[in-house]
């Protein structure tokens, strides 16, 4: 529908039926608002900045069976970076938005039904709850629209916002920008689930100066792998650090030389998980911890479908780092829970970029610092690198030195690891408890097996005799001394002796018994002493001790034996009885000292366990929080 003519260059301004109050002229770049009164003039806007999106005005798509068209285009900034937002008409009158970041894709649409919480009182990693969904701010910050082109609802130069993410996909992003702050809710999509037609979706060439570029400090060349991505890019001659956003080259500062190069040449190729990276980037970064400083460093990998990854090198241990979303995570005191697995915090620090080399998807400066945190599940981590308006979350995994090796292909040139790392797995942990476990169930089948041979085993009785004493026989003297007729052990076994004196009466007696074995005079020697009292007093009858006593013996050579006994007392006694007899089933000696086997080796990887987890948790460190000026 034709509505009127542009205040401002006079060329024809149609507005299509819809919600649309502004929109941009395609002649002049003039912002023109209808409102009572006719067209007015908002302002003019730049000239649209190559960003190599894909999408279009005038596309159509589909989500949730739902037509669409894209009909405008906002292109925003924070001074740090620059990105896309599409406004979409539904066929059923809802208006939406697309909003695009760093190859990141998440439709939107108005939430007026929701309470928006002030803006001073988010910062990253804040929470709040909108339909029942729980969000984490990842960003907040104020942004400044640079251009725009199409339809519009509405049109702001600037306005500050706060965009957050939730479980599942879910996406939200609060405009402080009007009267009233809107909240925006939806998800992260890709492109081909809203039904573009692929292609359209050809996205608009990067321009001829980032084809064959050159540095604009030593003219060198620049195989740049990634221009459609890149804002930043450090030269490998002289170490310049230049601009890239608005596709041309800027020198931004001179960077240090580093003190050795990449071990990951930038453009190599590598295969991890599946699929194939480059390298882009290579950055080393460090902290200070009690004056002492600790660098490690990070390769950026890209991948044209993927997005962007991290390999991080520290002390020699590597790292697989992907980005998840903050509203994946649940944070509290030194812990944090991402699917299910509670990660503890190892250690907080401020992290510098001291030196970086490549290409970066951000606008990175060297010397820019960021909180860093790193919370340790073994093998896995979760990561947070936060500053006072973004924070970011990745999930790392452990990569050993071969796999790194393998993947790109290097010579074996690459550190070995040295000490612990923060999430490396505790290798004698699960040997710890397969040990347990193993002794726990072989020490129960053991005693099973013990109790069954000891209660089927028979006990023999290879002498059992009477002693009678002479009525002049005095006390431990010859004459208390007694032979048994020989007797034979057929088999190795140890013997259990038993002595009962059936007339003991308020006293004691004591005999030794000494097993002699004819043939080699080896003497098997025990001591039994029954004793046993009895009387009554005002509580009433009362008694002690026994009448008899039984001693076991090691285990006995079998062969002829006999027996010698010699008899002691307090008070005289006339005959005690004695029998020798084998103990029968397996002795509990054996029995002990197979459970000690059984147990050794859980013990000492209990102990080895231990050991490691002393070691990686004593240069766990926690730093103070701190974003003034960016000290530490």
Known sequence: MKVGQCPSCGAPIDFAAGSARVKVCEHCSTVVARGGAGLESVGKVAELADTESPVKVGLQGQWENVGFRVVGRLQKSHGAGAWDEWCLNFDDGREGWLAESEGQWNLLTPAR???????EKLEPLTAFSARDVRYVVEEVGAAQTVSAQGELPDFHTEHRYADATGPGGAFGSIDYGGE??????????TLDALGFDRSELAPTPRRE??????????????????PDRAKRVACPYCGALLDVSHGELKLLQLLEKPPYEARLPLGAKGKLEGTEWTVLAFLIRSC??????????????????????????????????TPIAAG???????VAKYGGVSFRQYQSVMATTDWVQGECYWELSAGEQAFAQEFVAPPLSVNVDQTEREATVTLGKMLTREQVIAAFGLKGALPWPQGVAPAQQNPWSARANEGWK????????????????SS???????????????AEAKSGSPEAMAFSAPFEIPHRTPLEVSVACP???????GIQVDLINEKTDEVVSVYTEPSYYFGSDSDGSWSEGSRSDSKDTDEVEPGTYVMRTTASWDKPIDSFDVSVGGQGGPGAGCFLFFLLALFLYPVVASVAASQFETRKWEDSVFQVRRFDGGGE
């Open 113 to 119: 039904d929701v309470t928006v919480p002030p803006y």
């Open 180 to 189: 009233h702050p809107v909240m925006y809710l939806g998800r992260a999509v």
């Open 209 to 226: 100066a980032l084809a064959q570029a050159r540095c604009t400090n030593c003219s060198g060349p620049l195989d740049l792998k990634a």
């Open 288 to 321: 200070r911890v009690e004056g002492v400083r600790y660098p490690w460093e990070e390769y950026l990998l890209w991948n044209r479908e993927q997005g962007f990854r991290w390999l991080m090198l520290a002390n020699g241990h590597w790292s697989f780092l």
């Open 328 to 334: 994946e995570c649940l944070f509290g005191m030194r």
């Open 438 to 453: 193993w002794a726990g169930l072989w020490s129960v089948a053991l005693l099973a097996v013990f109790i069954a041979l």
């Open 456 to 470: 089927m085993a028979t006990r023999g009785q290879y002498l059992s005799k009477t002693v009678r004493l002479p």
């Open 503 to 509: 007339n003991l009466s308020n006293a004691w007696c």
